[in-house]
């Protein structure tokens, strides 16, 4: 691992790129990105092992970015992901790195999405196109998708493809390609099909691999929490109701997000500060100062600001935004549980992350246990317990003199009991911050992230499988038939990967699938609007046209009146609203 590299300047970026990442607050390459740029600005083959989550898209993205010309319209980098959201993610992140080089064009391509939307933007000209290999596969039969000027490809999460059934139409599409490129390969695992690709399609590749040291961290009690990004901020609030804490250091990525964090905090009423490396020096050692002297209790730094840090009064480290790696975990919780004090680290994961989970398990060698979101009832009765516990404390410890005279003549004047002024100086006491807890998080938050075990899904997915079956009852099934089967050499994961990717379907929606000599049968939740259907049917597992029917030869009803476009899952933007419109309309209680 190149550890020589600290600062982005060492990377041979030209100054749009590096405006770009001072902006967006990245204090240092992440490893996986000192490691991949140099060799991909040199135009080597990469094979990197790395998960989501290590910055690996930053990796392939600004030296892709840097060696582009501009003036040449026909894709010059192809981005080979396993799912339309990935796409969208990965596309999204090319047009973020490239804010500062105007003109750019990057496109992404994926099943389910308008064909003639995809060929206008095409014919218009775009630098790189970023697509599922179903959605490319059709394009360049169709010779809509030119793959002439092509000098990179990457190929994103690569066990994924393979786990999808879509490994052997990445090696189709590589066989499009000019002999010419540059190709790096992600996978998070190698297993052996990956490897193999690899040896048929890169050349001489740098190896890059995250190393992981196993470490102990007995002192430290290991939680996680399982969240979404939008629910975050209030995660966290929870959590700091409730943790019975001493001092709290809170990691986050970058130097804006933790100016922004804390300030975020403060307004919510929890004093705290940001430690990042943007801060001079004497602010830096002030910060510090105060939090070892009992003056501030939340700190929120970077991972380079907090190097070092020795405080022993921090009791808990929260992973607000994950660590790059093992190692930074490692270091990060190493905050806590400082001279054999006992300390806590509490860990925030969207479901995609779950993989570096399991990898800081395992390089830990310890379990990191799941921690329920604390429930506002629970935090409520925290909140109650401490006011008991201050009564009690203020009557123990002060002088109540002049306090027990003023409420005698409230009783008189305004003839009431003792028991009312009580009650109504509680009301008081508790106005600006009230007893009862609420906040945005909706009460299914967590059961609707549940994930089976071992698969692993993208945050954010807004997927119609997920949608229609929660409407039509838990999973009720209905069985299809589709033309392709063993004869034409599909397989179960071909197909689920076709039908996930192309209809929108989460892969744990897709039941049974049987496969038979010339045709096989899929288990697909019921209520499948029309418009999935109609397009399942066109679309190809083995060169072959799926033309799915229900099995029982009932076609499914025509078109709903009224359905917009966004719960068709056309628009990928208002379908992500929708569950935020449901849960507005949930009452709070
Ligand atoms: P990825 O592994 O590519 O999905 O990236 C995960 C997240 O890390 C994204 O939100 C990026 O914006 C962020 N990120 C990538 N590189 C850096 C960096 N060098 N410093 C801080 N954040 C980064």
């Not at 004090?341 to 989970?357: K, Q, T, V, Y």
């Not at 929660?470 to 004869?487: L, Q, T, W």
Request: proline share 6%; hydrophobic share 40%.
């Amino acid at each position: 691992m190149s550890s020589l590299i600290e600062h982005f300047e060492q990377l041979a970026l030209s100054l749009p790129l590096l405006e770009t990442v001072k902006e967006l607050g990245y204090e240092a390459p992440s490893p996986i990105q000192a490691a991949t740029i140099p060799p991909m600005l040199d135009g080597c083959d990469v094979l990197g092992q790395a998960q989501t989550g290590t910055g690996k898209t930053a990796a392939f993205a600004l030296p892709i970015l840097e060696k582009l010309d501009l003036s040449d319209r026909e894709p010059q980098a192809l981005v080979l992901t396993p799912t339309r959201e990935l796409a969208i993610q990965v596309a999204e992140a090319f047009q973020g790195y490239a804010r500062h080089i105007p003109g750019f064009h990057v496109l992404p391509i994926y099943g389910g999405q308008s064909m003639s939307l995809q060929l206008r933007h095409l014919r218009r000209g775009v630098h790189v196109v970023v697509g599922t290999p179903g959605r490319v596969m059709d394009h360049l039969r169709r010779e809509t998708l030119s793959l002439a000027a092509l000098r990179t490809v990457v190929l994103d999460e690569a066990d994924e493809m393979l786990r999808m059934g879509f490994i052997d139409d990445v090696d189709w599409i590589l066989e499009q390609t000019p002999e010419e490129k540059q190709v790096a390969l992600f996978s998070a695992t190698m297993p052996e099909p990956i490897r193999r690709v690899a040896h048929r399609h890169l050349r001489d590749p740098r190896e890059v691999k995250i190393e992981t040291h196993t470490a102990t961290v007995a002192t430290v009690r290991q939680r996680y929490c399982q969240v979404g990004a939008q629910h975050k901020l209030d995660a966290l609030t929870r959590v700091l109701e409730v943790e019975d804490a001493d001092a709290i250091l809170i990691f986050v990525r970058t130097k804006i997000a933790a100016t922004e964090l804390a300030e975020r905090l403060e307004a919510r009423g929890y004093p705290s500060a940001a430690l990042h490396g943007d801060m001079t020096q004497a602010l830096r050692e002030k910060t510090i100062e105060q939090l070892r002297g009992g003056n501030l209790d939340i700190v929120v730094a970077t991972d380079v600001a907090a190097r070092g840090l020795d405080v022993q009064r921090i009791s808990h480290v929260v992973n607000y935004d994950i660590p790059y790696d093992t190692e930074a975990y490692i270091h990060r919780i190493g905050r806590t549980g400082r001279a054999g004090r006992a300390g806590d680290a509490i860990l925030f994961i969207a479901p995609r992350e779950l993989r570096l989970l399991r990898a800081i398990e395992k390089a830990t060698r310890q379990p990191i246990e799941r921690m329920p979101l604390p429930t506002p009832e629970a935090i409520t009765g925290h909140r109650l317990a401490q006011f008991k516990q201050q009564v009690g404390e203020v009557f123990s410890s002060q002088d109540l003199g002049f306090f027990q005279e003023l409420v005698a003549e409230i009783e008189r004047e305004q003839e009431m009991s003792v028991h009312d002024i009580a009650a109504a100086l509680t009301y008081l006491a508790q106005r600006d911050r009230p007893f009862q807890f609420e906040d945005a998080i909706p009460k299914d938050a967590e059961k609707e992230r549940e994930r089976p075990p071992g698969r692993p899904t993208r945050e954010g997915r807004a997927s119609r499988g997920e949608r229609f079956s929660r409407d039509s009852g838990d999973f009720d099934k209905i069985r299809y038939r589709i033309d392709v089967g063993r004869e034409h050499g599909a397989t179960p994961q071909n197909i689920m990967g076709a039908i996930a990717n192309e209809a929108g379907i989460e892969g744990r929606y897709i039941g049974r699938i049987e496969i038979h000599d010339d045709y096989s049968t899929v288990d697909l939740p019921n209520g499948m609007p029309p418009e999935i259907f109609q397009h399942l049917k066109r679309v190809r597992v083995r060169q072959h046209v799926l033309n799915i029917r229900r099995l029982d030869g009932v076609e499914p009803e025509r078109k709903r009146p009224g359905r917009s476009k966004a719960e068709r899952g056309g628009n990928r933007e208002a379908a992500e609203r929708k569950p935020a419109r449901r849960r507005s309309t949930q009452p709070v209680d």
